[in-house]
């Protein structure tokens, strides 16, 4: 009896799982960013510190609710976790984890084979090799425009290419470091430092992380009046002064081109400090509450 329950609840358990994979391949086959999404999501179903014999506690999703797994406690597990990059592959390399990653690429291969064969090169190359090589050398927020546009004929070196995405790489891997545990802001953050980073960053990418605005707001202790302002007015006055630039650029034809890259070197700092601003008055709330061991339990792996 007891064996057939647990067979069912693994087939169930599977069934999310391969639920999840679908859907996520199926995303990213549409829009190719929320990849950076996956690193976060495979350390959550790797379950770090819980039984695989265990269901997950999952946690009540209730922003007023007392925190008892509280970030000091969180982060001493993360570290011991991660002290070691073979115990930290162990945790992670599950059966979901590994059934989650071959699916969901098996779903984003399938699409994307299907729609190849119906419209051919033109749809492969619009909807994903166009990323490897897009330049955008104006109406571009990042601070790598004015390089872009000085090199733009010339092309770029495998140096240059490197040094444009290992900052952005780097600051990735380190708010996946410290908030995998607590999903919903992982994927606020990395979205809004992956837009801050990145090689080009138009408007519409703010699209990406407003959307994810209403997950984590509830769960910040910052007010509206004082701090709560005054990062909203940063972060539009600066955008605003880099406007300004562009339009004497592109509507009055006057050489600007420094103060623009100097205004887009005020932007990443104003998304720099809002960023650590929302991140400083986060209450750190992972989903998954850490499975109790059981004193017997404590006391044979002592002996």
């Not at 199926?26 to 510190?49: A, D, M, N, T």
């Not at 607590?182 to 990406?208: E, G, H, I, R, S």
């Not at 880099?242 to 006057?254: S, V």
Request: hydrophobic share 50%; aromatic share 20%.
């Amino acid at each position: 009896m007891c064996s057939d329950l647990m067979d069912h609840f693994v087939c169930y358990e599977w069934c999310k799982v391969f639920q999840a994979a679908f859907w996520y391949g199926l995303i990213v086959h549409f829009r190719i960013y929320p990849i950076i999404y996956s690193l976060p999501l495979v350390i959550v179903l790797g379950k770090i510190g819980i039984a695989s014999s265990q269901k997950p506690n999952l946690r009540q999703w209730n922003s007023k609710q007392d925190i008892l797994y509280d970030k000091s406690r969180a982060s001493t597990e993360s570290s011991w976790c991660w002290n070691s990059l073979w115990l930290f592959l162990r945790s992670i390399v599950t059966w979901n984890t590994v059934l989650f990653g071959l699916f969901s690429a098996t779903i984003f291969f399938l699409f994307t084979t299907i729609f190849f064969y119906i419209y051919g090169w033109e749809f492969l190359n619009e909807a994903l090799l166009y990323h490897l090589t897009r330049t955008d050398p104006r109406h571009n927020f990042s601070i790598y425009f004015y390089h872009v546009y000085l090199h733009h004929q010339l092309g770029f070196s495998v140096f240059e290419k490197l040094a444009s995405f290992l900052p952005q790489l780097m600051v990735q891997l380190a708010l996946i470091y410290s908030f995998a545990g607590d999903l919903p802001f992982c994927l606020f953050v990395q979205t809004v430092a992956f837009v801050a980073f990145n090689k080009v960053m138009t408007a519409q990418y703010f699209v990406w992380f407003f959307c994810l605005l209403p997950l984590i707001l509830p769960w910040s202790s910052m007010k509206v009046k004082w701090k709560g302002f005054a990062c909203m007015c940063v972060w539009m006055v600066s955008q605003i002064h880099w406007l300004m630039w562009a339009y004497l650029l592109e509507f009055k034809g006057r050489n600007v081109f420094i103060q623009l890259w100097l205004a887009s070197l005020l932007f990443l700092a104003a998304n720099t400090f809002v960023l650590l601003m929302i991140i400083r008055y986060h209450k750190y709330s992972p989903i998954f509450m850490p499975s109790a061991i059981p004193n017997d339990a404590k006391s044979r792996k002592l002996e």
